[in-house]
């Protein structure tokens, strides 16, 4: 099973500024298939970003994906009041083999 | 627009089970994968399993491997989970999502948060 291990776990950061998220994997992750999701209080998970890269349709181009190796980034530039939430990555699309990070949370400083 | 919209919230007792459905509308549904996502109270997010209903067959984490049916109906366009001898630990919010090949899982319900209490 590959297992996603996110870090830091938290990050406290102001708004405006950038915030980097990473998520690395245990083996090989094709980049078509790894996902970063946003998930406020009380509400359900958002996608953000598909194909390690990609926006999802209605996400500001403030958020930003990439990979390199079995190392994934969600970067959150400028950031604003409602970006301040937790962030889970996701393999997808290999059904038994589909696991999600543990999640970081950003929190305002 | 597609939406998902699950059944309301459970109260079951210990050894019993619960049968969670997520209604779909705005799409064509035996073409995407409909994917099962739970989440405990104070925790992350843990994938259960899916299944694509042009493809009938599901697929189940094994955490849940013995325990938990996924079933579709066409005829309503409603996936279904079940999850039998429920304990307290199964105290969460279940989601249900679909994904698409390569889209991850882009539209998602809005939670049935199922308790397991004695």
């Known amino acids: 099973e590959i297992v996603l291990t996110q870090s830091p776990g938290t990050l406290s950061l102001s708004p405006g500024e950038t915030a980097t998220l990473s998520c690395r994997a245990s083996q090989t992750v094709s980049s078509h298939y790894l996902g970063w999701y946003q998930q406020r209080p009380g509400q359900a998970p958002r996608l953000l970003i598909y194909?390690?890269?990609t926006r999802a349709t209605g996400i500001p181009d403030r958020f930003s994906g990439s990979a390199s190796g079995t190392d994934f980034t969600l970067t959150i530039s400028r950031l604003e009041p409602e970006d301040f939430a937790v962030y889970y990555c996701?393999?997808?699309?290999?059904?038994?083999?589909?696991?999600f990070g543990q999640g970081t949370k950003v929190e305002i400083k | 627009q597609v939406q998902l919209v699950q059944s309301g919230a459970e109260v079951k007792k210990p050894g019993s089970s619960v049968k969670v459905s997520c209604k779909t509308s705005?799409?064509?549904?035996?073409?995407?994968?409909i994917a099962w996502v739970r989440q405990a109270p104070g925790h992350g997010l843990e994938w259960m399993g899916g299944?694509?209903?042009?493809?009938?067959?599901?697929d189940y984490a094994q955490k849940f491997q013995g325990r938990i049916t996924i079933t579709t109906d066409d005829s309503t366009d409603t996936a279904y989970m079940e999850l039998s001898s429920l304990t307290p630990e199964d105290t969460a919010v279940y989601y249900c999502?679909?994904?698409?090949?390569?889209?991850?899982?882009?539209?998602w319900g809005q939670g049935t948060l199922v308790t397991v209490s004695s």
């Open positions: 299944i694509t209903p042009i493809f009938g067959r599901p």
């Open positions: 996701q393999q997808y699309g290999s059904f038994s083999q589909n696991t």
């Open positions: 999502a679909r994904e698409q090949t390569f889209l991850g899982l882009d539209f």
């Open positions: 194909g390690a890269s």
């Open positions: 705005g799409g064509t549904f035996n073409t995407f994968t």
